[in-house]
Nanobody
Framework: VQLQASGGGLVQAGGSLRLSCVAS????????MAWYRQSPGKQRDLVAR???????NYADSVKGRFSISGDNANNTMYLQMNSLKFEDTAVYYC?????????WGPGTQVTVSS
């Protein structure tokens, strides 16, 4: 499985961005996909996850502001980020859980100016 994320950038606080992650390769083996983020000096944390059945879960810090979705026809996962805050600044990574292992895509930088 190969993953390619895009959509990061610089935005003012209160603004919006939409991240995309395109999956290719053995995509039928994917069980769920997720977005993680990592700020300098901090661990990589889960932001949101979506299962193959469409169930979703979110980190408490983004509930009500971020929305994860999938487009099976285009093998793409999205993360709609609204009401962005300075503390959302991080490198965002897409992740695909497959059997027997998971796969990471390269990160995309999101910078929120206060």
């Amino acid at each position: 499985v190969q993953l390619q994320a895009s959509g990061g950038g610089l935005v003012q606080a209160g603004g919006s961005l939409r991240l995309s992650c395109v999956a290719s390769g053995n995509i039928v083996s994917i069980i769920n996909m997720a977005w993680y983020r990592q700020s300098p000096g901090k661990q990589r944390d889960l932001v949101a996850r979506i299962t193959s059945g469409g169930d979703t879960n979110y980190a408490d810090s983004v509930k009500g502001r971020f929305s994860i979705s999938g487009d099976n026809a285009n093998n793409t996962m999205y993360l709609q980020m609204n009401s962005l805050k300075f503390e959302d600044t991080a490198v965002y990574y897409c992740y695909a859980r497959s059997r027997p292992r998971g796969y990471w895509g390269p990160g995309t930088q999101v910078t929120v100016s206060s």
